[in-house]
């Protein structure tokens, strides 16, 4: 069954450092979307993006984040320079469209732990 | 303001015996239901959903939902639990109307006790 891998797993960075979270969502999903979990806390929206382009994203997602489909499979988050409360779980997850594409499939997660 | 909210934080059940967890949601119009699993350092794993139609629906490992629009309830049940249901459940939704933010609730975890 096809799924939305992420990678890495985990990564560790010092503050002020930019990192690069990668998703390869499912191959003819057509939305793709980043959600955040802090530790202990609820599932966040960060960002969707459809058509090479963002079409909503939080108050979260500010100047420091951005999102790339850079090649027609993978799907990034860039955070220019890290924070400790960007220390979180993050989730891509894809959707394939209107209808019966309306669920969104969820990646393993990537741990990101700022020092 | 669209929500999802679970009411319960924390939910101890015997092996065995049957679980129900809430989830009420605040949208305009009907959304989009979820319910997911997470087990502890994993992803998200769908359950079931709800879109339209029969309001009573019925998911993997044994889990139904049922959608009561006069209560604004999407509220998850199992017969009988086992202790591999242990594991973080979230209800979430997203407005028919949207680009798919899905909103979620808080999460409530299960405890299953031999």
């Known amino acids: 069954e096809p799924e939305v891998t992420q990678t890495p797993s985990h990564q560790v960075t010092q503050m002020g450092q930019e990192v690069i979270l990668r998703c390869v969502p499912i191959s003819n999903h057509l939305y793709f979307y980043w959600y955040r979990q802090i530790l202990g806390q609820k599932v966040e929206f960060l960002v969707s993006f459809y058509n090479n382009e963002i079409s909503e994203k939080s108050e979260i997602f500010d100047d420091q984040f951005s999102v790339e489909r850079p090649d027609g499979s993978n799907f990034t988050l860039k955070i220019r320079s890290t924070k400790l409360e960007d220390s979180a779980m993050y989730f891509c997850?894809?959707?394939?469209?209107?209808?019966?594409?309306?669920?969104?499939?969820f990646g393993p997660g990537t741990r990101l732990l700022v020092l | 303001a669209q929500s999802v909210t679970q009411p319960d934080i924390h939910i101890t059940v015997s092996e065995g015996a049957s679980l129900e967890l809430r989830c009420n949601y605040s949208?305009?119009?009907?959304?989009?239901l979820f319910w997911y699993v997470q087990s502890p350092g994993q992803g998200l794993q769908l359950l079931l959903k709800?879109?339209?139609?029969?309001?009573l629906v019925q998911g993997i490992k044994g889990f139904e939902a049922e959608f009561k629009r006069s209560q604004s309830s999407f509220n998850l049940r199992k017969p009988s639990v086992h202790w591999s249901d242990a594991a973080e459940y979230f209800c979430?939704?997203?407005?028919?109307?949207?680009?798919?933010?899905?909103?979620f609730g808080a999460g409530t975890q299960v405890v299953v006790t031999p």
């Open positions: 709800y879109f339209s139609g029969d309001t």
């Open positions: 997850a894809s959707r394939a469209g209107p209808g019966e594409g309306e669920t969104q499939y």
């Open positions: 949208y305009g119009a009907t959304p989009y």
């Open positions: 979430a939704g997203f407005a028919t109307d949207s680009w798919g933010k899905l909103q």
